[in-house]
């Protein structure tokens, strides 16, 4: 009766322990990245995990986060976005360590410099290991990837200089402030904006930071100090527009420059509200994350006719645009329009704070 008992007790404790996911033994998890998991109260159908890396770590990338772990939760498969630190050989590091992974089969990346050899060679030795690659936001050479998921970086641009161009019909000079013009996003940026300036516009300095904010507002700086003819100022990557606007308010020179910018972070938000920004080009970097993991997803499943349901016969799924004015007040005429309070509720609804 009393070994009955043992045994009885020996099984019940086993399946606490196994139930209740007790801690793992010591360095279980030692060098393993964080597995983000497929959503609150959603198990994970498939056993295989897709990673999106990021070019840096700005808050732009928070709503692109959140749509990867939506898409995880609707589809039932494993997610993770994993943030660069601004650098190629992060990049490079990053996409070995998932080679070295085989749950791992669907990779996003945001190839933060597009002539990059080095990125482009882990990308085609993970599609050698039968890993869908694609790209997002910013896209890199397209041997080394299946598709692009991300904006349509010139037609933005253009409509950013567009803009500036309504709000300062007699002309005048402008600057563009980037991280990195050796970026494919970064290049048919500037080159859309400066098309869309037109004639009387004059593009007269592209100002890189490096993908570092200290320097992002010390590039304003240098430009109000170097050119006094200057009169529109236009911020190319997501960090942009608030070192443009935190620099004219300490300044107090804002009534003298037209301020136009990519992305919508919440402290972009903030300074359109305050009346330091005229109008934002805005992305869905939500979209991006969603369609992205749908996207490899699909590829992973070879479900083939979903695939062409998103791509259309393409390599490129266009996420769209918005041009953010602070009210209807503003003169700006775009067909990409909303205002800052519709543009809000959207946020809410998506449950976003930037985009």
């Given amino acids: 009766m009393l070994a009955n008992l043992k045994h009885w007790l020996v099984a019940l404790a086993v399946v606490f322990a196994t139930g209740c996911g007790g801690p793992n033994p010591p360095g279980a998890n030692e060098g393993k990245p964080a597995v983000a998991s497929p959503g609150a109260g959603v ?50 590091r990053r996409l070995e360590q998932l080679a070295s992974q085989s749950d791992v089969k669907g990779v996003g990346i945001s190839v933060l410099e597009a002539d990059a050899s080095g990125v482009a060679e882990q990308m085609l030795a993970l599609r050698k290991k039968g890993v869908h690659v694609i790209t997002v936001d910013s896209d890199g050479p397209a041997e080394a990837r299946a598709a692009f998921v991300g904006t349509n970086n010139l037609e933005g641009g253009r409509e950013l200089g567009r803009l500036a161009a309504q709000l300062r019909p007699e002309g005048g000079q402008a600057v563009a402030f980037v991280g990195l013009m050796g970026a494919q996003n970064a290049r048919e940026r500037v080159g859309g904006f400066k098309e869309g300036l037109g004639e009387k516009i004059e593009l007269i300095d592209t100002m890189e930071d490096q993908v570092n904010e200290s320097k992002a507002r010390n590039n304003v700086t240098t430009a109000l100090a170097n050119h006094p003819k200057l009169n529109i100022l236009a911020g190319i990557w997501s960090y942009n527009a608030p070192a443009i606007t935190d620099v004219l308010q300490a300044n107090g020179r804002r009534k003298e420059f037209t301020t136009v910018a990519f992305d919508a972070e919440p402290n972009a938000l903030v300074a359109m509200e305050q009346g330091l920004l005229d109008a934002m080009v805005v992305q869905n970097p939500y979209e991006m994350g969603y369609t992205g993991v749908t996207l490899l997803y699909h590829m992973i499943k070879e479900d083939k006719g979903a695939v062409d349901g998103l791509l259309k016969g393409e390599t490129v799924y266009d996420t769209g645009l918005k041009v953010v004015v602070p009210d209807d007040s503003s003169p700006l005429k775009s067909k990409y329009r909303v205002t800052l309070g519709d543009f809000r509720t959207w946020l809410t609804e998506k449950g976003l704070e930037g985009s």
Avoid: H, M, Y
């Fill in 43 to 92: 198990k994970a159908t498939d056993d295989f995990k897709i990673v999106i890396i990021t070019n840096g770590s700005s808050p732009f990338w928070d709503a692109c986060d959140r749509g990867l772990k939506d898409a995880g939760e609707k589809l039932g498969v494993r997610v993770e976005l994993v943030r660069n630190d601004a650098s190629e050989g992060g990049q490079i």
